[in-house]
């Protein structure tokens, strides 16, 4: 029997080559061996855009078609909408009672990204809302709601699967051996770099490119990207290991990578000619990409009955998991 793997995603915007190379390709790879379910978190996007009703909504649709695009296949893998499973805030009301707020407080991951937060919660956290502390248990609900074995999860995202598996445990101490507890499939990827030499490429540092930029966006970001700064006149010897542009040759397998190095080590290679091949690269690698996007946006009622196909599969998976949940908390009336 497959494993079942739970990959959620925080409707928050589109995917950016940070996304891809530092997660949703291997998750490409991943479908064949493991039974997949791919969750659009639109409830936890809510949880720190509560007040942005219109960017989640969007952001579930762009978020469908960047992942078939990228090759998830829906015959393979299950792609739903959180907020269409009901079942999992029901859990998530249950699993509260299992956890402590002390505890909450404590998750490294929500202390890091309650003091990230300051415009929405203020510098004092006086605002945190009862909601986004308690996002942790709302995960753990996506997770166990279809049994879900692995969880793939960033270095940072540690600390969510540790409280789930408490929860878990503690679930089944009290109400019996009910609920499966999941493991981190840790992701090997470094995290990827922003185009102004940042060390994470991210939405709200602007420094990403996305995966369906047009070629006017990518020309003008490239063409802006940081290189090294001791290199004035074209001629100059450089160092390619603190450029980005040669950063991104080698992230998109750019051919004759050591050609480019050495003729930029030795001053034989300027930078605006450096860029123009990269953005040609990047255009040839991200083509493809944006092609089968463009078929997906141009047919909207194929990713909607994806969607639709995929959380009423989901759904019966979920109404399985809570039968079971009432039953072991003996709130299964008249059933
Ligand atoms: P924001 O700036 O709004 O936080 P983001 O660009 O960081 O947005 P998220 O939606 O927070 O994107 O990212 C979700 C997950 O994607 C991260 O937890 C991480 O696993 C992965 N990810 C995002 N950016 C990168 C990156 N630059 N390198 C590797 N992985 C990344
Ligand atoms: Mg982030």
């Not at 010897?237 to 990578?257: F, G, R, T, W």
């Amino acid at each position: 029997m497959k494993k079942t793997i739970l990959t959620g995603i925080r409707p928050t915007g589109k995917l950016h080559l940070g996304h891809y190379f530092g997660a949703t390709k291997n998750w490409v790879l991943l479908q064949d061996e493991y039974n997949s379910f791919f969750e659009i978190a639109d409830v936890q996007a809510l949880t720190d855009n509560f007040n942005n009703p219109e960017k989640v909504r969007e952001s579930v649709r762009d978020i469908a078609i960047d992942l078939l695009a990228i090759g998830i296949n829906p015959e393979k893998s299950t792609i739903f909408i959180q907020s269409m499973i009901p079942e999992i805030a029901e859990l998530t009301i249950y699993y509260s009672n299992l956890v402590t707020i002390a505890r909450l407080y404590r998750n490294p991951t929500i202390k890091t990204e309650i003091s990230q937060k300051k415009a929405l919660f203020g510098n004092d956290g006086e605002s945190v809302t009862y909601g986004f502390v308690g996002y942790p248990v709302s995960q753990a609900a996506d997770i166990t709601a279809f049994n879900g074995e692995l969880v793939p999860v960033g270095e940072d995202q540690l600390p969510l699967l540790e409280q789930c598996r408490e929860i878990v445990r503690k679930f089944n101490s009290i109400y019996g051996e009910t609920l499966k507890e999941p493991e981190a499939y840790l992701s090997k990827t470094k995290r990827i770099k922003g185009l102004d030499g940042n060390d994470k490429m991210g939405k709200s540092l602007g420094n990403a490119i996305y995966l369906r930029d047009s070629e006017d966006e990518i020309k003008k970001k490239i063409m802006g990207a940081v290189t090294d700064t001791n290199k004035i006149k074209k001629d100059d010897p450089a160092n390619p290991d603190i450029c980005m542009v040669y950063y991104y040759h080698q992230l998109i397998k750019s051919e004759d990578l050591n050609n480019i190095c050495n003729e930029c080590k030795k001053g034989l290679r300027g930078c605006v000619q450096c860029k123009k091949e990269l953005i040609e690269n990047m255009n040839k690698f991200l083509n493809p990409i944006k092609e089968k996007a463009k078929y997906y946006e141009d047919n909207p009622e194929i990713v909607d009955e994806i969607l639709i196909n995929g959380t009423k599969k989901a759904k019966k998976v979920a109404e399985n998991t809570m039968k079971k949940v009432k039953k072991a908390i003996k709130i299964d009336y008249y059933d």
